[in-house]
């Protein structure tokens, strides 16, 4: 028996011990196939636990069973099917240098035996997978074993297809995923699953087996669904690194894949980088998405693909004839998940839809639920409902300040939008939506006048687009009650985040659906019309267009009057004062806030009453009276610290900042506005920005520093020009132009007086008094140095261009100054 082979030896040892293989099979606790597999050669390499089945059921002794081992090692050794190779890449890789790095020392350095790279579906994943397990092979004495699954439709082909993977001929067994235990053994190898998703439960199942028989074994798995096993890594593969800015066009992943892609199709990319950042943003980094985009260079122009994109995402398609259909387009992309979900998940997922630049569980809850104010039960269901899709990489989820939140990438976002239409439910859940934000607003305004305004700043601008989409709702469907309770929980908001045009665009719509209503029903309203008209006049006044402010506060005051309500009118009498200051009115001003005071006095209203001090103290060092403008100042500043009202602390300390500018006492100005300043952006209050960034230029100027100077009056000047301050705007202008003079740029200083002389023109605005002697004296120091005809020139040149124009560095036209467009 000694030459025979291994199915000869099991054959003889049967009959010597008067088996049929029947017997030996039911002994051995195997199949009839098995064993007559082993001994026809079919399959010529059982494993250690099957010999010893065998030689115990056949009471072998010590010799004939080590006879029995040997031949069954020497035949493996010499007819072992060689395990499944990675597949060769098709390209090159782009960028993914630092998932690359985090991935390859989590499997290379053995601090985990299990992961998981996780994503939506077009992230890259098999890509990445495959540039990981041709980076770490070394790390693994017995190779890389890779398992295909993305062919498969039946969980139950993922064990053979592992077996066959792994070099075994798959039988019919019970025992499979123990022979493969067995076939692994103590080899220290990497094992790679890639396109899990679908058969997720199976490969959790077989590869907790082999981590628990394997002591060497590791495993790689790419899945859009966590295996949620012990001792599981999950690496989420992100997006392509996008562009912020023109300095990062090159460099930026998404970017160079576009351009690599599309360059492969002949397409010239030479000088459309700036297309190509629109492409890759809209598409969010996406590879197979901007994989896809550039399929279509063939056809299309990138900046038609730019425009398209903006719409739709159904142009992409069109992907790699040898590619599975999933990843043909991003929609079969998406889908291929969509189908993995229960009943359940996806209609939370469609509902989900609505929501615009991410959400938070409770707006989840309340959408899901169609509930208010959901309780503990809804919301546990919201949060085990969103967890789930979250674990299926159809949602992504971020944590700031203690807050999560969730989102869609845009491309799913479209495709369950799409699923909400076809169940005819998107009206319904745009209600729901609606009405979450229409309470958030209401809520948010009682807090933006406190210690908490920080914070609820911060919530209502991370919500702009929700909210967009809710106000966007109630003006479609024409629903003033909705409308207007929106619109006016939000005017505040506005007006320190500076969104003043379109808070301004909300109001008046919501306003004008107002009054198209019955007056016994707009009677219901009037609290919010009366705040709506009080919204609407202040962001007219702080765009600088006086007399629609003043008619809407008119107005406000006369319902506030009507209803009885003290601080609303007080309110009013507030903003009425802030149109007669930045109008030259200084007494009219001085009178309504005194009027504004005494209310606020009434009521016991400390924060109301700091107002009032401050807004008497900017009205004085305005007209020059500096020490009454300190003294207001330092009362509302002190005041404003103890009720935590973070947007008065910033004004009283620029008020303060300013008179100590104008006092010539420099050092303690630049305190206290850099102290502005530093509060401002925290807060996100534009406003504060742009006022400290001016005082802190004419500081600057004072001193000599005219390139320090330049620079924050520009950031300065951009800020006021954005948000649509003109008052203020052409305050900066001169400022401008007193440092254009000190460099002995007397022709563009004449430029910027102009400039701003026509921005006065418009808004009918005057220089204040503080800041005359600085304009005269500028305004002298131009004429004499430039000989009259040249000075007409360059300041009707600046009179006539349009003040975004000038903000831009426009040099003037018809040549004044037009060799010097700038200050710098």
């Known amino acids: ?80 099917t060689p395990m499944r190779q990675p597949p060769a890449p098709t390209n090159e890789l782009i960028g993914r240098t630092t998932e690359l790095t985090a991935t390859s020392r989590l499997l290379g350095q053995r601090i985990t035996r299990l992961l998981t790279l996780t994503g939506p579906g077009g992230v890259g994943k098999t890509r990445l997978t495959l540039a990981l397990a041709n980076e770490v092979a070394d790390s693994f004495q017995d190779g890389v074993c890779w398992v295909q699954l993305a062919a498969l439709t039946d969980p139950a082909g993922v064990v053979p297809a592992v077996a066959a993977a792994v070099g075994l001929h798959p039988l019919e067994s019970t025992r499979l995923v123990e022979e493969i235990a067995e076939q692994i053994g103590r080899s220290a190898m990497l094992l790679v699953f890639d396109n899990c998703s679908h058969v997720v439960a199976t490969v959790g199942q077989i590869s907790a087996a082999l981590l628990e028989y394997c002591p060497n074994l590791s495993i790689l798995a790419s899945s859009r669904e966590l295996l949620r096993l012990p001792g599981e890594s999950v690496y989420v593969v992100p997006a392509l690194s996008l562009p912020h800015d023109e300095d990062q066009l090159e460099t930026s992943e998404a970017v160079r894949l576009f351009v690599e892609r599309a360059t492969a199709r002949g397409y010239d990319t030479t000088g459309q980088l700036d297309q190509v950042a629109r492409v890759v943003r809209r598409l969010e980094g996406m590879p197979l998405a901007i994989e896809l985009a550039a399929a279509r260079t063939n056809v299309m122009t990138i900046e038609e693909l730019a425009s398209e ?31 993995l979900l229960t009943p359940a998940e ?43 899709l979250a674990d299926k990489s159809l949602i992504r989820v971020t944590r700031r300040r203690g807050v999560t939140r969730y989102y869609m990438l845009a491309v799913i976002r479209e495709f369950a939008a799409d699923r909400l239409m076809a169940v005819g439910r998107t009206d319904e859940a745009a209600e729901r939506h609606a009405q979450f934000y229409i309470s958030l607003a209401e809520e948010a305004e009682g807090h933006l ?33 909705a409308a207007l309770r929106l619109s006016a929980g939000l005017w505040l908001f506005c007006s320190m985040h500076g969104h003043y045009a379109e808070g301004s665009r909300w109001l008046e719509r919501a306003l004008a659906l107002g009054d198209s209503l019955p007056a016994d029903l707009m009677a219901e309203l009037s609290p919010a019309c009366a705040k709506a008209n009080l919204g609407a006049g202040t962001l007219a ?41 930045e109008r030259g009115d200084y007494g009219a001003a001085e009178d309504l806030h005194c009027e504004s005071y005494d209310l606020y006095e009434s009521l016991g209203d400390r924060a109301g009453m700091a107002w009032a ?15 009454i403008g300190a003294r207001r100042c330092r009362r509302a500043r002190d005041a404003f610290r ?17 008179i100590a500018q104008y006092s010539g006492e420099l050092v303690e100005a630049e305190d206290l506005l850099q102290e502005s300043l530093a509060l401002s952006q925290r807060l996100g209050y534009r406003e504060g920005v742009a006022w400290s960034l001016n005082q802190l230029g004419i500081i600057e100027r004072r001193r000599g520093y005219t390139e320090r100077a330049v620079h924050l009056l520009d950031e300065s000047l951009a800020e006021h020009r954005d948000l649509g301050d003109r008052w203020r705007s052409a305050s900066v202008l001169e400022e401008l132009a007193a440092v254009a003079q000190q460099r002995e740029r007397s022709e563009y200083a ?64 018809g040549g004044a100054a037009a060799d010097s467009p700038t200050l710098t």
């Open 1 to 80: 028996m000694q030459g025979a082979g291994f199915g000869g030896l099991l054959r003889r040892h049967r009959r010597e011990a008067g088996l049929s293989q029947e017997a030996l099979a039911e002994r051995a606790g195997l199949s009839v196939d098995a064993i007559a597999a082993l001994e026809r050669g079919r399959r010529r390499a059982p494993r250690a636990h099957t010999l010893r089945l065998l030689a115990d059921a056949l009471r072998l002794g010590d010799p004939d069973r080590s006879r029995l081992t040997a031949a069954a090692r020497k035949e493996a050794d010499t007819t072992r």
């Open 642 to 658: 103890i009720v935590g009202d973070g947007e008065g602390l910033a004004w009283s300390l620029i008020s303060l900042g300013a």
């Open 346 to 388: 996806r209609d939370v997922f469609a509902q989900l839809s609505v929501f615009v630049g991410g959400w938070t569980l409770n707006a989840a809850a309340t959408v899901m639920s169609g509930q208010a104010h959901p309780g503990p039960l809804e919301r546990a269901e919201a949060l085990d409902l969103t967890g789930r």
């Open 449 to 481: 006048r406190g210690p908490a305004q920080e914070e609820w700043l911060d919530r209502l601008e991370n919500e702009l687009d929700n909210l967009r989409a809710a106000m966007a709702w109630a003006l479609r469907t024409s629903s003033p009650a």
């Open 750 to 813: 004449a430029f910027l007086l102009g400039a701003a002389d026509g921005v006065r023109e418009v808004i009918r605005a005057p220089v204040p008094v503080i800041e005359k002697a600085d304009c005269e004296t500028t305004r002298a120091a131009v004429e004499a140095a430039l000989e009259r005809r040249a000075f007409r020139a360059a300041w009707s040149a600046g009179r006539a261009v349009p003040l975004a124009a000038v903000a831009d560095g426009y040099p003037p036209p």
């Open 309 to 339: 994109l903006e719409t739709s995402f159904g142009i992409l398609a069109g992907g790699s004839r040898t590619a599975s259909p999933r990843q043909q387009s991003m929609y079969g992309a998406i889908e291929w998940s969509y189908a």
């Open 613 to 627: 001090h401050n807004h008497l103290g900017f009205v004085a060092w305005l007209r020059g009276d500096l020490d």
């Open 541 to 581: 006044f702080l765009q600088c267009e006086y007399d629609a402010a003043t008619d809407r506060l008119q107005t406000a005051l006369r319902q506030y009057k009507e209803l009885n309500d003290a601080a609303g009118t007080a309110l009013v009498l507030q903003r009425l004062g802030g149109v007669a200051r």
